[in-house]
């Protein structure tokens, strides 16, 4: 009989658990990630864990599993910033300001109006800094998941229509804006323990590592697309991107900046780069999305097994009023932008989706202490409900026979997927 500590035959069954209800996810016509998540809580202590043969890890083995969850995590928002890459079309501009100022700016201001009114002891974490914890609120509101809208749409055979674009450049600006909201909110959560001079030194300094991620290292790999001696390119272009992944991580790591910035930049810079081939950014998909990111999803599963600090009152509470703040706001951005109400609420639904994000949002905020267990386990389940939702909602629109986006409002444009490949379907 197996040792009941083994770490590998641990994250064998859990990865194992991953792929197949995961797969059975996608059977139902549910987000995979639902699937993910469910395996790690299946492996937890109430569950499989109770049965004597099943491996569980000791505590000699958190370094290892504390790695693995971070390394999925860089993974899942390295294929964030790579799938964002020629969404922008002269023609959504328009729609998308529209879109954006509404559906991200609006759920926020009220969000953290709504936050400032409320009682936040219930929410907040040993950090203790009711700042950070508002703008984690407003952030977990207004956010939407590139990752899993991008595997809906691709499941969906819609990725190539001008539904998707629009949803997906919402989705891009959104993060962008509201990752650098979490960068404030995570040097704010150290204001108890440091001065406000070192606050805003770290709070420029994370601005100043975003900005040049954004701006200057794309040009600086096109540059360096000229040189002559590229071994690493030539021996392995996967090698080299991870290589820049974890120059980016390492950067961050100097400057205490949390690692999940460095990921998304990452992936934003070898998506603008044309010294990695669509091919490579590819091929580092299929491995994550194979290994890494479906153990990173099944560890937040473990994890919330092992917290088990649900509130259902809370998750209930958060759910109607997160949803109904998003939906009304995207919708009446929608409106302004001349959409007929159909289109303005599929596009609600759609940016409605949190997902990966959201999820990653709740895990930097729960380990650096801005918010509590139970909101963690709430923000965490708002972002599986919300995506579960998104994805029924259009899966049941196109099989009634309709279109996402009606008459006028729809053109056919291909648009890139670096998350999943780039195959088209038919127009809905």
């Given amino acids: ?79 964030s910033g790579a799938g964002i890459h020629s969404l922008f079309h002269p023609d959504d501009r328009r ?5 954006t100022s509404f559906g991200t700016v609006l759920p926020f201001l009220i969000a953290t109006a709504l936050g400032m009114s409320l009682p936040l002891e219930p929410l907040q974490g040993p950090a203790g800094h ?16 590139i ?19 629009l949803v997906l450049g919402v989705a891009v600006v959104e993060d962008i804006a509201l990752w650098g909201g979490l960068a404030g ?55 080299q991107v991870i ?28 998506s603008r780069s044309s010294s990695f081939t669509q091919e490579t950014l590819d091929s580092i ?8 990111i479906p153990l990173y999803f099944a560890l937040v599963g473990y994890k919330l097994a092992l917290i088990d600090a649900l509130s259902p009152g809370m998750l209930c509470a958060f759910l109607v009023v997160a949803c109904v703040i998003k939906l009304a706001s995207v919708g009446l951005g929608a409106r302004l932008a001349g959409f007929p109400a159909s289109d303005a609420l599929n596009l609600a639904v759609a940016t409605n989706a949190r997902g990966g994000p959201g999820i990653a949002v709740a895990s930097v905020a729960f380990d650096a202490g801005i918010i509590s267990p139970a909101f ?20 049941s629109v196109l099989r009634r026979g309709q279109s996402l986006l009606s008459g006028r409002s729809e053109r056919n444009f291909a648009v890139p997927n670096l998350l999943h490949g780039g195959n088209k379907g038919p127009a809905p």
């Fill in 243 to 270: 290589l820049l992944l974890l120059a980016h991580a390492a950067v961050a790591d100097l400057l205490d900046i949390n690692q999940v910035f460095a990921g998304f930049l990452a992936g934003l810079a070898a």
């Fill in 147 to 165: 990752p899993v809208i991008s595997r809906i749409f691709q499941d969906l055979q819609v990725m190539h229509t001008r539904f998707a674009r």
């Fill in 95 to 99: 729609q998308i300001a529209w879109l």
């Fill in 1 to 79: 009989m197996p040792k009941p500590e083994s770490l590998v035959l641990f994250l064998f069954v859990l990865l194992l658990l991953a792929h197949l209800l995961g797969a059975l996810c996608v059977r139902l016509r549910q987000p995979r990630v639902v699937g993910e998540i469910l395996a790690g809580v299946l492996a937890g202590p109430a569950l499989l864990g109770r049965l004597e043969f099943f491996p569980r890890p000791g505590t000699e083995h958190l370094p290892v599993l504390d790695f693995l969850y971070s390394f999925g995590l860089l993974m899942l928002m390295f294929l």
């Fill in 376 to 395: 963690y386990t709430t923000l965490v389940a708002v972002a599986v409900l919300t995506s579960q939702a998104a994805g029924a909602w259009l899966d």
């Fill in 285 to 292: 998909a299929g491995l994550s999305n194979a290994l890494f």
């Fill in 130 to 145: 009711p700042v950070a914890l508002l703008l984690i609120i407003g952030i977990s509101v207004s956010i939407t998941s």
């Fill in 185 to 239: 909110a995570l040097s704010l959560a150290r204001a108890s323990t440091l001065p406000w001079s070192d606050i805003v030194r770290h709070i420029t300094t994370t601005l100043v590592y975003m900005a040049v991620g954004l701006l200057l290292v794309p040009r600086v790999l096109q540059g360096l697309q000229a040189a002559r001696w590229k071994p690493l390119a030539r021996m392995s272009p996967v090698a």
